[in-house]
């Protein structure tokens, strides 16, 4: 098997996705939009994508929110697809960042909340509201308003626990060159 595909890597998607769920079933914010809360899923998706990769980080993304789905009310193909593409941004992001080496400055965490900000108003804001329509018909002003409030509510929450969690994992590791031999 790639490396991508390693015995760890599948594990972390199988963890990854059944975290996701919980999350998403149990530590969701209502943001008083109707179906659009504030996501704790995504600032683990961004870490776990980080530390896997793209591919991990889309499956995660896409099997933990389809799972999520259909235990709640039904499979939102729109969201799903946009929960896997999202976790697939987290994964490339995530590659410009050192975290298995100790590393992630402060400059670090600003590119993050950058990037991940815009990926979430590209993904969240503007492509899960096109699939709305095209899948479901549904009114443009309702996808677009949930699309906005959605990607800006998680991207706070991705700026803020997403930044936190790779920090404190980037924290866990030895950093690169610490170690020296007597």
């Not at 100790?102 to 600003?110: A, H, L, R, Y």
């Amino acid at each position: 098997m790639k490396k991508d595909f390693s015995v760890k890597t599948i594990v972390a998607i199988g963890i990854g996705a059944a975290v996701f769920v919980v999350l998403g079933r149990f530590v969701s914010i209502p943001t008083g939009v109707p179906n659009t809360n504030l996501e704790t899923t995504y600032p683990f998706l961004a870490l776990m994508a980080s530390l896997f990769g793209p591919v991990a980080g889309f499956l995660i993304g896409f099997i933990g929110h389809t799972i999520k789905d259909m235990t709640t009310y039904g499979a939102w193909w729109s969201w799903i697809i946009c929960s896997g593409l999202i976790g697939l941004i987290y994964g490339f992001i995530g590659k410009q960042f050192d975290l298995e080496s100790g590393e992630f400055s402060v400059k670090d965490m600003i590119k993050f909340i950058v990037l991940q900000l815009l990926a979430q108003l590209v993904v969240f804001g503007v492509i899960a509201p096109f699939l709305d329509i095209i899948i479901y018909q549904e009114p443009a002003n309702k996808v677009f308003t949930q699309g906005v409030i959605a990607s800006l509510a998680n991207s706070v929450s991705v700026g803020i626990l997403g930044t936190i969690l790779m920090k404190l994992y980037a924290s866990s590791r030895t950093e690169k060159g610490s170690l020296t031999k007597e």
